[in-house]
C-alpha cells in the first residue's frame, strides 16, 4: 500500500464549474502524477509534479492546472469544467528521486460533468 | 518521444491456459519497463518491472516477462490462466535519458477468462 487517498472518489457536475480534484499521500514522495483514463486510451499524463511548487505539463494539460503546496498533497483543478473532461482520474507516486522508477496509483476519481 | 503498443486490445483464454501479452516499445537506449493490471474499478497494480540485468523477470500472482531487445518487446506471460486474473492489463515505458519524469502507458489489452 502506497498510502495514496484521492478525493472525493465520485462526482457529478455540470459544465462551466469548477472542479478540484484532491491526492493526498502518507509517504514523502517527491514526484506525483495526475493522469485520466478513457477507452481506448490507456492512461494519459495531465500534470506533473517533483517537488512543492514544482510541477509541469503532460500531453493533456489543457484545461486543467495543478498546485502542491504541501509534499503530501497535489491538487487538479478543472477551472470551467467541459464534458470532454468527463473522464476517470488517478494520481500516482512514484518510487525513488527520479521520477522513472516504479509508480504506485490511488484508485481513481470517477467525474462526470453534465 | 518514447511510445507503446499493445496490439491486442482484446484476448480471451480458457481457464488453465498458457498466456502471453504482447507490449512494444519506441526507444533508443534501454527503457525501464513496466506492467501493471487493472481489475475492475480499480486503480493499476504492479505486476513486475524491468530496468536492466537478467531479461527473464518475474512478478507477482505468477507472471513473468521477457525484454527482448532486437525486438523492442517486453511480453508478459502465464502459464497457466486462473479466473482471478480476468482484468485490463497496461505496459508503460521509461525513457531515462530524456527531460520527462514520467511514464508512457500503452492503450492496454483487455483480458477475458472462459471457465
Known amino acids: 500500500d502506497a498510502g495514496i487517498t484521492q478525493s472525493p472518489r465520485h462526482k457529478v457536475t455540470e459544465t462551466g464549474t469548477p472542479v478540484t480534484l484532491r491526492c493526498h499521500q502518507t509517504?514523502?514522495?517527491?514526484?506525483m502524477y495526475w493522469y485520466r483514463q478513457d477507452p481506448g486510451h490507456g492512461l494519459r499524463l495531465i500534470h506533473y509534479?517533483?517537488?512543492?511548487?514544482?510541477?509541469d505539463k503532460g500531453e493533456v494539460s489543457d484545461g486543467y492546472s495543478v498546485s502542491r503546496s504541501k509534499t503530501e498533497d497535489f491538487l487538479l483543478t478543472l477551472e470551467s469544467a467541459t464534458s470532454s473532461q468527463t473522464s476517470v482520474y488517478f494520481c500516482?507516486?512514484?518510487?525513488?528521486?527520479?521520477?522513472?522508477?516504479?509508480?504506485?496509483f490511488g484508485d481513481g476519481t470517477r467525474l462526470s460533468i453534465l | 518521444a518514447q511510445s507503446v503498443t499493445q496490439p491486442d486490445i482484446h484476448i480471451t483464454v480458457s481457464e488453465g491456459a498458457s498466456l502471453e501479452l504482447r507490449c512494444n516499445y519506441s526507444y533508443g537506449a534501454t527503457p525501464y519497463l513496466f506492467w501493471y493490471v487493472q481489475s475492475p474499478g480499480q486503480g493499476l497494480q504492479l505486476l513486475l518491472k524491468?530496468?536492466?540485468?537478467?531479461?527473464l523477470v518475474q512478478g507477482i500472482k505468477g507472471f513473468e516477462a521477457e525484454f527482448k531487445r532486437s525486438q523492442s518487446s517486453f511480453n508478459l506471460r502465464k502459464p497457466s490462466v486462473h479466473w482471478s486474473d480476468a482484468a485490463e492489463y497496461f505496459c508503460?515505458?521509461?525513457?531515462?535519458?530524456?527531460?520527462?519524469?514520467?511514464?508512457?502507458f500503452g492503450s492496454g489489452t483487455r483480458l477475458q477468462v472462459q471457465p
Open positions: 524491468y530496468f536492466s540485468g537478467d531479461t
Open positions: 509534479s517533483y517537488g512543492v511548487k514544482d510541477t
Open positions: 500516482a507516486i512514484s518510487e525513488g528521486d527520479r521520477g522513472l522508477l516504479a509508480q504506485h
Open positions: 508503460a515505458v521509461g525513457a531515462q535519458d530524456t527531460g520527462r519524469r514520467a511514464l508512457t
Open positions: 509517504e514523502n514522495h517527491r514526484y
